[in-house]
C-alpha cells in the first residue's frame, strides 16, 4: 500500500471518530460510552476507595481519593460530576426530638459534612446577652463573673427577627435589642436563696434604668438605656415566636441573708465566631457510617466469646440448628470502633473486619434552645449557599 493511501486512511479514521464524537455529545461522554472502558472499579479497590478499615492499631485507607486521574491506568473515570452527585445525594432522618436531631448525609464529600458543623458551631446567629447594667449587687459574685454567666443562658428568641446591633452607633431600639430585668433580694433573717434564670423578667418596652446623662433638661423625660419606638410584644411577628428564657431552672447566684442583685440584661444578635456563647449548639458533631463484616462463621463458643466481647451489644448470636449457633452483625450503626472485638490476637482480625463508610455520615445536632434543630440545619445550608454564590461572583 502507497504512502498516499495510508494517509487516506488516517484521514477517514479520524473523521469516523469526529463523527462518532459528535453522536454521542461530549468527548468525556463518549470516551466514557465505549466498551473497552469498564464503568466500575474492580471489587478491591472500590473497597480500598470507599471504605476506612479499622486495625487493631490504626485505620488504615483513610484518604478521600477525589482528583479525576486516579485510576486512569484502569481507564476509569473518577472525576467529581454534578449529575452523579444529585443522583447519589441524599439524607435519610433517624431522629428528632425538640433539642437534638440525628439524619444520614449519603453522597457527600467529608470536606462539605465539616462544612456544615463549622457553620452551625460559628456562623449561625442567636441572641445573647452582651450588655449588663448592674444598679446593685452585694453578692459574693463579681460583677464581671456574673455578667458572663448571664451570657451564656440559652435564650429563646427567632434571631431572624432581629437585625444585628449597629457597632457605630448608640441607637438599641426594638429590632435590635432584648432586655431583661433582675431584681432579687434575701431578706434578712431568712434562710439563702437561689437565684435561678425563672426570675428573669422580659421588659417588651426597654430599660427602665435611667442612663446617666447630664445634659438632659430637668423638665424632660429621664432617658434609659434603649430607645423603644413601640413595645416588642405588640409586633404582629412576636407573639407568633414568644421571647423568653429556654430553661427556667438554671442557676444564676446564690444569696445570703441581707443580699441583693438588681441589674438589667440586654441581648443582642451575634455568631459563634465573635464569641461561643451566641452559638446556636451544645454541640454538632458527626462520625462515618460503621460496617461491620464477618469475614468466616464464628460459632458456638466463639459466637459467646464474639457477643460478650462487644459493650454495646453490636453483635447477636442465632440458632442454625442441630444445636449449632452462630455468631451475627445486629446492630452494626451502634459500633464505637473500640476495638474490643478485633483483639486478642490475629485470629480475631481474621473474623471480623470493622469499616467505616466514606461518604455516609451520621450528622447529629443538638440546639441551645433559639431554634429547632432542624431549622439551625436549615440555616445552615442558606449559609454555606450564601458562600458558594460569592465564591462564583467574585470569580465571574
Known amino acids: 500500500m502507497s504512502e498516499v493511501d495510508d494517509s487516506m486512511s488516517e484521514v477517514e479514521e479520524q473523521e469516523e471518530l469526529q463523527r462518532k464524537k459528535e453522536e454521542n455529545g461530549s468527548g468525556l461522554d463518549y470516551i466514557l460510552s465505549l466498551e473497552s472502558v469498564p464503568s466500575k472499579l474492580p471489587p478491591r479497590l472500590e473497597e480500598l476507595k470507599t471504605r476506612v478499615f479499622c486495625k487493631s492499631d490504626a485505620p488504615v485507607h483513610t484518604d478521600t481519593i477525589q482528583y479525576s486521574g486516579a485510576y486512569a491506568a484502569l481507564r476509569v473515570d473518577n472525576s467529581l460530576r454534578l449529575d452523579n452527585f444529585c443522583q447519589n445525594f441524599k439524607i435519610e432522618l433517624i431522629r428528632l426530638t425538640d433539642d437534638d436531631m440525628e439524619f444520614d448525609m449519603i453522597g457527600i464529600d467529608p470536606a462539605l459534612a465539616n462544612a456544615f458543623r463549622r457553620i452551625l458551631i460559628s456562623e449561625v446567629p442567636t441572641m ?67 437565684v435561678k434564670t425563672r426570675e428573669l423578667e422580659w421588659l417588651p418596652h426597654g430599660s427602665e434604668l435611667h442612663s446617666e446623662d447630664n445634659n438632659r433638661d430637668a423638665s424632660s423625660k429621664p432617658r434609659t438605656f434603649t430607645s423603644f419606638n413601640c413595645s416588642q410584644d405588640s409586633l404582629p411577628e412576636f407573639p407568633k415566636s414568644p421571647i423568653g428564657i429556654k430553661d427556667s431552672d438554671i442557676i444564676i447566684a446564690k444569696l445570703g441573708p441581707g443580699q441583693e442583685i438588681e441589674l438589667e440584661a440586654h441581648a443582642v444578635k451575634g455568631i459563634g465566631k465573635t464569641h461561643a456563647k451566641w452559638s446556636p449548639v451544645a454541640t454538632a458533631w458527626y462520625r462515618m457510617l460503621p460496617e461491620v463484616v464477618l469475614l468466616e462463621e464464628v460459632k458456638d463458643e466463639l459466637a459467646e466469646e464474639l457477643k460478650n466481647k462487644c459493650p454495646v451489644g453490636v453483635f447477636d448470636i442465632e440458632d442454625i440448628g442441630k444445636g449449632k449457633r452462630r455468631a451475627t452483625v445486629a446492630r452494626p450503626r451502634a459500633c464505637t470502633l473500640c476495638r474490643e472485638c478485633i483483639r486478642g490476637g490475629k485470629e480475631w482480625e481474621d473474623r471480623v473486619s470493622l469499616r467505616r463508610v466514606k461518604d455516609h455520615f451520621i450528622f447529629t445536632i443538638e440546639s441551645t434552645g433559639a431554634l429547632p434543630p432542624e431549622e439551625l440545619f436549615t440555616e445552615a445550608v442558606k449559609i454555606l449557599e450564601d458562600k458558594c454564590e460569592r465564591v462564583i461572583m467574585e470569580l465571574s
Open 128 to 194: 445573647a446577652i452582651e450588655r449588663v447594667y448592674i444598679a446593685n449587687n452585694t453578692s459574693v459574685i463579681q460583677d464581671e463573673v456574673l455578667s458572663h454567666r448571664l451570657g451564656l443562658i440559652p435564650i429563646r428568641a427567632d434571631p431572624r427577627l432581629f437585625e444585628y446591633p449597629d457597632t457605630t452607633g448608640t441607637d438599641k431600639n426594638e429590632k435590635n435589642t432584648i432586655v431583661f430585668k433582675l431584681h432579687v433580694r434575701c431578706e434578712v433573717g431568712q434562710p439563702r436563696i437561689t
